[in-house]
């Protein structure tokens, strides 16, 4: 699975947007990026995925760059329940046992008033 | 999405004891179940992989006969924590993979925080 680089952390108004990067220059064709965020002590929660197309959700929207070597997660208005560390995971299509999701150190995102 | 629970949220007990967390999915059949530890300030790491019916499928370093998993149903699977030591002291958690609209897709559950005195 390729890997990705994320920033260690980053500060966001509340009310604003916050965009995270992730650079994945090695991705491959047939990878998707994935992304997950994990508040303090509680498991991770399933945010949003995709594979070449912008992808948006009820939670965010992912922008993925044509040669899709990097993407932006985009929460539109960011709330302090919003402060966690959100990591970024390219993968192989999940299949029922196969392609295991690893994560890397993320980006702690901190929304402040 | 769907829930995946985990039972007990933290325990603690006595070096050299065994603990059994319980990991369910609460509104669907997973295909396959996850096993993750967290130390405090890392990242999660993989720990096994677990499909309904069969044995475990452990990561390099993690011991199997330490870290027992049952798989018995497509709803439940089990860690067991055998002879627990301080250093077995982490975060423990399990995630679930079922097949969904969008292809597969994969849940995880709250979270065990275990502390071995």
């Known amino acids: 699975d390729a890997k990705t680089t994320q920033p260690t952390s980053m500060d966001c108004a509340e009310g604003r947007a916050a965009n995270l990067p992730c650079n994945h220059s090695?991705?491959?064709?047939?990878?998707?990026v994935y992304w997950y965020r994990q508040i303090h002590s509680q498991g991770p929660q399933y945010i949003i995925h995709g594979l070449k197309n912008n992808e948006t959700n009820e939670m965010a929207s992912l922008i993925i760059t044509e040669d899709r070597k990097s993407s932006t997660l985009i929460l539109p208005h960011a709330t302090l329940r919003d402060t966690a560390v959100y990591y970024c995971i390219v993968i192989g299509v999940l299949t029922g046992g196969g392609n295991k999701l690893t994560f890397g150190t993320g980006t702690q995102l901190k929304v402040e008033l | 999405g769907a829930v995946v629970s985990q039972h007990p949220s933290r325990v603690i007990c006595k070096s050299g004891t065994s603990v059994k967390i319980e990991c369910r999915s609460l509104?669907?059949?997973?295909?396959?179940m996850f096993w993750y530890r967290q130390f405090p300030k890392q990242s999660l790491m993989l720990m096994a992989t677990s499909n309904e019916g069969s044995k475990a499928t452990y990561e390099q370093g993690v011991e199997k006969d330490k870290f027992l998993i049952n798989h018995a149903s497509l709803t439940l699977s089990t860690l067991t924590v055998t002879s627990a030591h301080p250093e077995d002291s982490s975060f423990y958690i399990c995630s679930a993979r079922v097949f969904g609209t969008g292809g597969y897709e994969q849940y995880f559950g709250p979270g065990t925080r275990l502390t071995v005195t």
């Open positions: 509104d669907f059949q997973a295909t396959t």
């Open positions: 090695t991705i491959s064709g047939n990878e998707y």
